[in-house]
C-alpha cells in the first residue's frame, strides 16, 4: 500500500466541514441583514390603486408598508399616520361605547329617552357626581326635558362641572362666557372631536394619493 509521506499535508474531500461553512456564511449575511433590509428584500408589495387608497384605514396602512419598501421614508411615515387618524373615531367610539355597556347603559334606546331619564340614568351609573351636570353636546332649543328626542342618547351627552357648564351659554359666579375654541372644546364629546381630525387626515391622504398616481404616470 502506498503511503504518503510523514508530515506532509493531505486533502481529502470533507462534505460535512462544507456545509457547515456555507450554513455559517448565511448566519453572517443575515446577522449583518436588519429587520428593515430583510423586508425591503422580500417579495415586492404591489401598489394599492386609486380605489384601494381610499379605503379607510387599510389604504394607507398598505401604502406605507408599499413606501417602506421602496425606502420612501417619508411616504411611509404620512401615510402611516394617516392611518392612525383614521382609525381614532372608530375607537373612541367603540370605547364610548364599551363603556356604557359595561355600565349598563343601553345606547339604542333613542326612539323613548328623555332628558330627564338620561340625567337619572348617567347619575345612577355613577358617571355624573355632585357639582357635575349633564350637557347636550346638540342643543334642544327649548325641548321639554320630558319628550323623547335621539339628542338625548348617551353618545350626545357629557358630563361637565356645572361652572363649565354654565360658561358654555352665558357668564357665571362673575366669570365670563367661554370664548368660541373653549365653548367647542369643552362643549363636544371626544370622538366628536375625532371626526373632523380623522377628515382633514383623509383629505390629506386623497390629495398625496393623487399626486403620487400623477408622479407615476
Known amino acids: 500500500m502506498a503511503q504518503m509521506p510523514r508530515g506532509a499535508p493531505r486533502s481529502v474531500p470533507d462534505p460535512a466541514g462544507?456545509?457547515?461553512?456555507?450554513?455559517?456564511?448565511?448566519r453572517r449575511a443575515s446577522a449583518a441583514t436588519g429587520p428593515l433590509e430583510a423586508f425591503q428584500s422580500a417579495r415586492p408589495i404591489p401598489r394599492p390603486n386609486t380605489a384601494q387608497t381610499l379605503i379607510p384605514i387599510i389604504g394607507p396602512t398598505w401604502e406605507a408598508a408599499a413606501d417602506l419598501q421602496d425606502g420612501n421614508y417619508g411616504g411611509a411615515a404620512f401615510n402611516a399616520s394617516m392611518a392612525i387618524l383614521e382609525a381614532v373615531p372608530g375607537g373612541v367610539v367603540a370605547a364610548r361605547g364599551a363603556r356604557a355597556a359595561r355600565l349598563g347603559i343601553d345606547l339604542m334606546n333613542t326612539g323613548s329617552r328623555?332628558?330627564?331619564?338620561?340625567?337619572?340614568?348617567?347619575?345612577?351609573?355613577?358617571?355624573?357626581?355632585p357639582g357635575q351636570e349633564i350637557h347636550h353636546t346638540v342643543r334642544l332649543n327649548g325641548l321639554g326635558r320630558n319628550t323623547?328626542?335621539?339628542?338625548?342618547?348617551?353618545?350626545?351627552?357629557?358630563?361637565?362641572?356645572?361652572?363649565?357648564?354654565?360658561?358654555?351659554?352665558?357668564?357665571?359666579?362673575?366669570?365670563?362666557?367661554y370664548d368660541p375654541v373653549r365653548r367647542v372644546w369643552y362643549g363636544t364629546?371626544?370622538?366628536?372631536?375625532?371626526?373632523?381630525?380623522?377628515?382633514?387626515?383623509?383629505?390629506?391622504?386623497?390629495?398625496?394619493?393623487?399626486?403620487n398616481t400623477r408622479e407615476r404616470r
Open 148 to 177: 323623547p328626542d335621539p339628542r338625548n342618547d348617551y353618545m350626545f351627552l357629557k358630563v361637565l362641572p356645572k361652572e363649565q357648564h354654565r360658561r358654555l351659554t352665558g357668564s357665571w359666579a362673575g366669570k365670563p362666557r
Open 189 to 211: 364629546t371626544d370622538w366628536m372631536k375625532a371626526v373632523p381630525i380623522t377628515g382633514a387626515a383623509v383629505a390629506a391622504d386623497t390629495a398625496e394619493n393623487v399626486a
Open 18 to 26: 462544507e456545509a457547515y461553512d456555507t450554513h455559517m456564511a448565511g
Open 114 to 129: 328623555t332628558a330627564a331619564s338620561s340625567s337619572r340614568v348617567l347619575r345612577q351609573a355613577g358617571l355624573a357626581g
